[in-house]
């Protein structure tokens, strides 16, 4: 699985992402995917949303900065508006971003 994510469309503002965790839940693997140049920003999302949506591209594509990192990502960080998501993520041990 390519650990290195871009989304066709922003994400509070950002579009390059790095897969940290697999998740096994019940009967669906889930991924935490974060932002790779705000720790703050980070997702869980499903195997199937990220292979199956057409939302991802495998791999950081290479954008002009406007597109990479937009106004909405200002604007997220200028808001004191909390937005419910992860609050904590936990590299396990057999993750490529665990440098213990």
Request: overall charge negative.
């Amino acid at each position: 699985m390519e650990n290195y994510w871009t989304s066709n469309k922003s994400i509070n503002g950002l579009r390059h992402f790095v897969l940290v965790n697999k998740i096994n839940e019940q009967d669906q693997i889930n991924f935490l995917m974060v932002s790779v140049v705000d720790v703050e920003i980070s997702l869980k999302i499903s195997n199937e949303e990220l292979l199956n949506s057409g939302d991802w591209n495998e791999g950081w594509l290479n954008l002009p900065k406007s597109e990479a990192i937009t106004k909405d990502y200002s604007d997220y960080k200028l808001s004191n508006n909390s937005i419910e998501g992860i609050e904590k993520i936990f590299v396990r041990n057999d993750s490529l971003f665990n440098i213990t």
